[in-house]
């Protein structure tokens, strides 16, 4: 009997609950006994452990699994086995189970073939052996992989439950909500979907009435608003406070790290956010320079961490609110918010970031969210299987977007107006694209026009670089060009640049600061109010950059809250 028979069959005697399985393999007996013994003592009770002594047992292993229609959350393989070594299983075992998170055990001489593994299968960590105690080499990346895949899992594993059509931009809004905010549900395309349609006969809905959100409660919305959607699943919270220490405008980068910041040293803070926490940054799909990552983790995946870890330090995080004027009363510093209730703070950061600017060729505003999007808008991922999607864009996330969608639609085309993507975008996602077969790069060309029929996109016209145009099918197109800061709020209270960016620092010196001290580096035209991330004019547009300005921002808020 192999390893793998063995593990079911003590499986089979035991409770048939099938929970997720994380499967090992090694070729050596001793060290797989290992293995599986120190797997199911940290993580025995909620998954199943089996082993495999070979890839090739391992694979056969997969497929059964994934044929009875069960999870695989976490592979655990070693490098150097006979037949198919661990990267060349973890390839083919990818996939089989995409989803599942992805170790490679490995001798110090092999860490080279580990590293080279993180691009070639998208490896997440490899460790080293021996791994003695396991409790602190083992257990924590462990149980770091399976919280992040339990996450992921939880989200499409039900919850609420959307039913609506795909080229519809209230739809796409409510779907693209539910994703930023990690809120566990699915997507039901009327169109597309019988269950949509059983659904919708059992709740007693006309079809007239999309999109319907049918929540876990039994409740059932029609046509609701984002806001009524966060409000019902108490997305949207109160403050709970009358007086903050700090009040950060924005759930970007800039201002999770201030909130991480600012409550692990005792401030009494807050943080509003329009949207969902994470920015910009939590709409891509792949991160692979930030520091301490090396197999990269996504935008949405790196806002999670930081809300948890602000939450868990206690600050306060407000979404679906959002900043609509900024007053200053005495020492206090007042923000009011859309809904009409307002912060009171000794301090504000703003951190609200930058939109992307929108198209005004003709046909854009038509088709927005009917097929043609601002921002990476992940959910649409699957929707595009077999597709031709268009890139709008030269810079890094445009880049993350076209390597993602490569990997559902039939054809990625990147238009950029500049004569080359060095000038704007990373090395390393240049090689990726160059490497894709489905991406095609097209220079000095850009959109004039989007077309469509039954109120969704259908074509684009693309102008060449000798000013000819052509009219191609596109099946969605995803805008990344230029950023706008969000700062109309601001009007009239904090000098801006001429395109709308807060100054600060040694600029505001001539710009309305009226205190005999200079103003902090960060600090804006009004005293008490910094301002960090891409908001900031003159600022670097990296989450690195965005991370380190929002933690300094608390730094030199506690010197003026000394000062004042």
Known sequence: MTAAAADQHTEARGERERRPAIVAVDDEPAVLAAVARDLRRGFGER???????????????????????EQVALLVADQRMPGLSGTDYLVQARAIVPEAKRVLLTAYADTEAAISAINDVHLDYYLLKPWDPP?????????????TWEAGAALEAGGVRVIGHRFSKETHDLRDFLARNRVPGRWLDVERDSEARELLTVAGVDGDHLPVALLEDGAVLERPTVLELAERLGIAAQPAQDHYDLVIVGGGPAGLAAAVYGASEGLKTVMVEREAPGGQAGQSSRIENYLGFPAGLSGSELAQRATTQARRLGAELLTVQDAAGLRVEGAGRVVDLTGGGALSANCVLIASGVSYRTMNAPGFADFTGAGIYYGAAMTEARSCKDQHVVIIGGANSAGQAAVYFSGYAKKVTILVRADSLTKSMSHYLIEQIDALPNVDVRTRSQAVAAEGEDSHLRALRIRDAEGGETTEEADACFVFIGAAPRTDWLEGVVARD?????????DVRDNGWQLKRDPYVLETSVPGVFVAGDVRSRSIKRVASAVGEGSMAVSLIHEYLAGA
């Open 135 to 147: 409790d602190e080499h083992l257990y924590p990346v462990v149980e770091d992989l399976l919280t």
């Open 498 to 506: 001429d395109r709308g960016f807060v100054l600060a620092g040694p």
């Open 47 to 69: 998954f199943r452990i089996l082993r495999a002594t070979s890839g090739d047992e391992a694979l056969d292993l997969l497929k059964q699994i994934r044929a009875r229609g």
